[in-house]
């Protein structure tokens, strides 16, 4: 099987992967890919294996990230999934290597990313990172941890920024999530799922959406993706929680 780049040249006729079969997601499938048209020009890619399926990697320099991270002259990985029947066929090993072999041949320090100190929802695994020799720099009291895997020796570590170590919004008045157009689920179920359910359960709601990368190293969460808060309080990177359905088993063990 082969891997393919997505560019500006291709990607009108390429899937993203993700929502490419949910209607009701399809305007939010194509901001996606907007946003990914965008962020090409700051070196982004998006690689995927070429078939119909969820098995591919994100990543672009740190610099341009749209993550609340400090890392020069590193790689950061975004997005990475390999699901379903093509898990445990070598396609997550063969994708972080070309991220590796990419980030070497333009002379980086190393790869970094960020993941749930436990496994957290539409978040790469941790412990599958920490076996391919990734280490944990900094974790915060929100239940993230940057992670990094080091090619040279420099005394600019990564770290978090300094708006995300709180692990708190600065909103503390009901539910208030934050979200950007990095995945083609988020605008759907930001702007219905979660509007019908907070206006059901009489929950105050304010959305926050991402738009700029500045505003993205700057946020309270380093999950600029999809990032729910409940009176402050970090509650979940699960988009399924907008869902009616879900909303009461998630925001309950609160």
Not at 26 to 35: T, V
Not at 83 to 96: D, I, M, P, T, V
Request: proline letters at 4%; one cysteine or more.
């Amino acid at each position: 099987m082969e891997y393919i780049s997505l560019t500006k040249d291709n990607i009108d006729s390429e899937h993203i992967c993700c929502a490419f079969s949910d209607k009701k997601c399809s305007a939010s499938y194509e901001l996606k890919k907007q946003w990914l048209t965008g962020e090409f020009d700051n070196g982004y890619v998006f690689q995927r294996l070429d078939e119909r399926a969820k098995v591919f990697i994100e990543y672009g320099p740190s610099e341009k990230a749209w993550v609340p991270v400090t890392a020069p002259n590193y790689m950061m990985i975004g997005c990475f999934w390999v699901s379903g029947k093509y898990k445990r066929n070598g396609h997550g090993k063969a994708l972080l290597q070309e991220a590796i072999e990419a980030a070497k041949s333009q002379g980086k320090d190393g790869l970094v990313t960020v993941v749930g100190t436990k496994k957290f929802h539409f978040m790469s695994d941790t412990k599958w990172f920490l076996r391919q020799g990734f280490e944990i720099r900094e974790s915060i009291p929100s239940g993230f941890s940057l992670i990094s895997m080091e090619f040279n020796e420099t005394s600019n570590r990564p770290h978090f920024n300094d708006c995300v170590k709180g692990g708190e919004s600065p909103e503390k008045t009901g539910c208030v999530v934050y979200f950007s157009n990095r995945c083609p689920y988020s605008e759907y179920h930001v702007k219905k799922s979660l509007v019908e359910s907070c206006e059901k359960r009489g929950i105050p709601l304010k959305v926050i959406k991402i738009e700029t990368m500045e505003q993205a190293q700057s946020a309270p969460t380093p999950a600029t993706i999809f990032s729910l808060f409940l009176n402050g309080k970090f509650v979940t990177t699960d988009i399924s929680v907008c869902m009616d359905s879900r909303f009461d088993k998630i925001i309950g063990k609160q």
